[in-house]
Nanobody
């Protein structure tokens, strides 16, 4: 019963930055992995970035070098720092957590990038 609350989405011009936050109700000690997904209209949901319990990170090719996933263990909060944003990044972004065999999702936050 992990609850995830996302924030930080909004409208930004191309080249700008946003930082998404995801606050988890459970300690990271109980969470095996966390990540950020996104889904644009008419497109499949895709994994943007993930971080394991051991701190290993992984990124979708299109965001490598621009996005950074991180966490604050004391606050049980996951972050996605998004720099050099492009219109193609426009989507609803979802926080995801996996605890053993169970999956948990946030409500989603809209990110819109305009030129």
């Amino acid at each position: 019963q992990v609850q995830l609350v996302e924030s930080g989405g909004g409208l930004v011009q191309a080249g700008g930055s946003l930082r998404l936050s995801c606050a988890a109700s459970e300690s990271f000690f109980s969470i095996n992995a966390m990540g950020w997904y996104r889904q644009a209209p008419g497109k499949q949901r895709e994994l943007v970035a993930s971080i394991s319990s051991g701190g290993s990170t992984n990124y979708e090719d299109s965001v490598k070098g621009r996005f950074t996933i991180s966490r604050d263990n004391g606050k049980n909060t996951l972050y996605l720092q998004m720099n050099s944003l492009k219109p193609e990044d426009t989507a609803v972004y979802y926080c995801h957590a996996r605890r053993w065999a169970l999956n948990y999702w946030g409500q989603g936050t809209q990110v819109t990038v305009s030129s």
